[in-house]
């Protein structure tokens, strides 16, 4: 399952709008980043509705892994976002 | 890929911009059934805020005191979640059930038509039994080799017996010897889980009798506790298939619950919930101080509740090959296949005469 870690930097007028739209898809970690598991087609609607959302020189940077066991998570300081399912 | 939450602590479990967030409370839960309760929260949410994302949610495990509202349910409605919940003490209460949306007039009438031909509804019953007994001799087969002396004798007679039991099943014409004849089986089971679980272990947990309502030592709340989980699973499963829940063939339909479950259940408990109670006893990962004494009852604490669900949700997805398929299925995965396999059997019996899972690895 391919795991994705997203970044995204938005005019502030729509940043509102876009931290709901990926909310809903993946889980927050810091302010415009996000990562998490998305089947292909999840992540096709999250990329469709984001794009329709952006305009002017707004950006969002999806890094692809193959899967979570890829990922080396090293974290310094406070974490700020919940990441468990168990909570 | 989507999977199952398990909510601990409690608070409100709401809708925010179209996903879910918990409010978490920091305050004492009352028992459900107490009378003090007043059925308000009884803390407000000062614990902190969590939300998740909706699209990563397959079904909601609620074992906390949690608040939920009509715009929520909604939510999950649409969204297709289940959710489970637990009471006080851990026992499975009740499913927030989404709408139908795989519906089959013509399975639901083969399935009412196989519960109500006594003939068709015994092949049935009696495949569950079958299938609950091969699995249940599989796990003793797995531990007899590591036994000695005594232990190992007395599984030998219990083997035997065993077999005996199989040769009765055929000969069983109505769904109460069948149901004896299940409670046998079972009995006979649980008698041999002290040389299982090893002296150790056993002189700390004995093993008497099984016992529900109130579940009456530690390992009769392992028991109670992980059938609950089992059968929430399954119903989970069974609501991605177009089968009818309630229709049930070696429980009685009641009203008020998920027969069908209890039925698939029987033949995934002796490989996923006792070989789970195994496992978390042997390591030591369960010990005395995760049980608690109420009412005349003894209950796993919600730190032994934890970690029991952690080591589920791990399990169901462990994987193994499936020779017909010819590719890894997890054992949640394989609990579906049972719900099609028995889809098969209700739309054509003669052509795809039902048995349950055997365990084969």
């Not at chain 2, 601990?8 to 967030?21: I, M, P, V």
């Not at chain 2, 297709?80 to 927030?96: C, E, I, R």
């Not at chain 2, 009852?297 to 462990?318: N, T």
Request: a positive charge.
């Amino acid at each position: 399952m391919p795991y994705y870690i997203a970044v995204y930097d938005v005019n502030q007028k729509r940043v509102g709008r876009m931290l709901k739209l990926f909310r809903r898809y993946l889980t927050w970690i810091q302010n415009s980043v996000f990562e998490g598991e998305l089947t292909h087609s999840q992540f096709k609607s999250l990329e469709t509705e984001a794009d329709q959302l952006m305009k002017d020189s707004d950006g969002v940077i999806f890094y692809q892994l193959r899967d979570e066991r890829y990922v080396d998570r090293i974290s310094l300081g406070e974490e700020k976002g919940e990441r468990s399912r168990f909570l | 890929m989507k999977r199952p939450y398990y909510l601990f602590s409690s608070g409100r479990l709401k809708r925010q911009h179209n996903t879910l967030a918990l409010e978490k409370t920091s305050g004492e839960r009352l028992p459900d059934d107490s009378p003090e309760d007043e059925g308000v929260p009884s803390s407000l949410p000062d614990g902190g805020r969590t939300q998740f994302p909706i699209e990563s949610v397959d079904s909601l495990f609620l074992f906390g005191e949690i608040d939920i509202n009509s715009k929520l349910i909604t939510f999950l409605g649409q969204q297709g979640v289940p959710a489970f919940f637990f009471d006080y003490y851990g026992n499975y209460s009740a499913t927030l059930y989404p709408r139908e949306n795989l519906l089959s007039g013509r399975l639901r009438i083969q399935q009412a038509h196989h519960y109500l031909s006594p003939k068709r509804r015994l092949t049935l019953a009696k495949a569950f039994v079958e299938a609950a007994l091969f699995n249940i001799e599989r796990v003793i087969k797995y531990y007899q080799p590591r036994l000695e002396g005594d232990a190992q004798q007395e599984t030998q007679a219990t083997l035997q017996a065993l077999v005996r039991d199989r040769g009765a099943l055929p000969l069983t014409t109505d769904i109460f010897t069948l149901m004896a004849v299940e409670g046998r089986i079972r009995d006979r089971y649980y008698k041999l889980w002290p040389h299982f679980l090893g002296k150790e272990v056993a002189s700390k947990f004995p093993m008497n009798k099984r016992e529900r309502r109130p579940p009456s030592n530690e390992l009769n709340a392992l028991i109670s506790f992980g059938n609950s989980l089992c059968y929430s699973t399954v119903v989970r499963q069974i609501y991605r298939t177009a089968l009818d829940p309630t229709i049930a063939f070696l429980h009685e339909p009641g009203d008020r619950r998920f027969s069908l479950s209890l039925d698939i259940a029987e033949i995934f408990k002796p490989l996923l919930v006792d070989r789970a109670i195994f496992r978390l006893l042997k390591t030591g990962e369960i010990n005395s101080k995760h049980f608690e004494k109420h009412l005349g009852g003894c209950y796993l604490s919600d730190a032994g509740r934890k970690i029991f669900v952690q080591h589920w949700d791990e399990r169901l997805s462990k994987t193994v090959h499936h020779r017909a398929l010819d590719k890894k299925v997890s054992y949640e995965r394989l609990i579906r296949l049972e719900c099609y396999k028995l889809i098969r059997h209700l739309s054509d019996p003669a052509g795809n005469t039902y048995q349950g899972l055997h365990m084969w690895w």
